[in-house]
């Protein structure tokens, strides 16, 4: 197994800037005060995750270029 070419540019990647939220989010989510959790609707947990997982696979599928920004 090998690393990728560019990957000291991963964190530019949407698709790891996605899976960092999907990581992330269940470690915070307990750190949040239940006043702005109350916010949130119930079940809207799944949906968030499935649309961040989504843009997750499209940054993936999608080029993003090799420029250095726009």
């Keep these: 197994m090998r690393l990728v070419e560019n990957w000291r540019q991963a ?23 239940p ?7 119930e079940g809207w947990g799944l ?8 843009g997750g696979i499209a940054g993936r599928l999608i080029d993003q270029g090799t420029g250095s920004g726009p």
């Design 35 to 41: 006043e702005l959790r109350a916010y949130v609707p």
């Design 11 to 33: 964190t530019k990647w949407f698709s790891v800037q996605m899976m960092t939220i999907i990581a992330a989010v269940p470690v915070v989510w307990p750190m949040i005060p």
């Design 47 to 54: 949906y968030v995750f499935t649309i961040v997982a989504i």
